[in-house]
């Protein structure tokens, strides 16, 4: 069942290491994350389903029915409370848990790959439950697809932060998945870990060398590779 009581800001800034300060999101911020990203999906391994404004160019890997198959992903939301048009947006994995029956809607997606990725989401297939835009930024926990991608109702409440007026209920622009809480990783995995193995797999070829979280940082729901999420899972058995 999907929660529409709940608001989460889904398009956040890279994080940082260290302590993050609130903030409102600027107009270019806004703008940057509603904008079609052509120009950088040309360039990426994993273009969603896109506009059809795009003009053809030559065949690549993720294009022309050779797309990527993704089976796990990874999807950003922020545990510490920040306002949006006087909605506040945090949502941690602590509130997904105290949903009934620990089961919510990933609303607020308002970027063209990310809402893309999501509609390649498959019921039972398991994402990361990553916080973002907070003191710790990292990984909190794993969660499950329950309900593959439908109309973000969002979209449609001008009193949400995330309402966009040119979109309609015959022809919606943004989709949303329904999640569930699947376990808590033993331990927070944190995004300075994570970097440090990014870097030290991109001199050595190891599984993280390509991985999203540090390619394409504004990406709030991101595909992994099952390499890279049997790896990032492997990390919660060693000690921090």
């Known amino acids: 069942m999907s929660q529409p009581g709940k608001k989460r800001s889904r398009a956040t800034l890279p994080d940082k290491e260290g302590p993050a300060a609130k903030f409102t999101k600027s107009k270019t911020q806004e703008e940057e994350e509603s904008m079609m990203p052509a120009a950088k999906e ?5 273009v969603g389903s896109g506009t059809g404004k795009a003009t053809k160019k030559a065949a690549c890997p993720s294009e022309q029915g050779s797309k990527q198959a993704y089976s796990h992903w990874l999807m950003k939301s922020e545990p510490e409370s920040r306002f949006e048009k006087g909605v506040d947006v945090k949502f941690g994995i602590e509130d997904l848990k105290a949903q009934p029956n620990q089961t919510a809607c990933w609303d607020g997606v308002r970027n063209y790959q990310a809402r893309n990725f999501m509609r390649d989401m498959k019921v039972g297939q398991e994402a990361f439950f990553y916080h973002s835009n907070c003191k710790e930024p990292g990984i909190a926990g794993i969660i499950k697809i329950v309900k593959e991608a439908y109309p973000d109702h969002t979209q449609f409440d001008k009193k949400d932060p995330h ?33 440090a193995q990014h870097q030290a797999h991109r001199a050595s070829g190891g ?34």
């Not at 015959?170 to 944190?190: C, H, L, N, Y």
């Not at 991985?211 to 000690?239: A, I, N, W």
């Open 42 to 46: 040309r360039n990426s391994k994993t």
């Open 163 to 195: 309402y966009d007026s040119s979109s309609t209920k015959e022809k919606p622009k943004w989709s949303m998945v329904d999640v569930q809480f699947v376990r808590m990783t033993k331990r927070f995995i944190p995004l300075s870990e994570l970097k």
């Open 207 to 240: 599984p993280l060398k390509d991985m999203t979280l540090f390619t394409r940082q504004r990406l709030s729901v991101q595909p992994l590779t099952d390499e890279e999420f049997e790896f990032v899972l492997s990390l919660e058995e060693k000690p921090s």
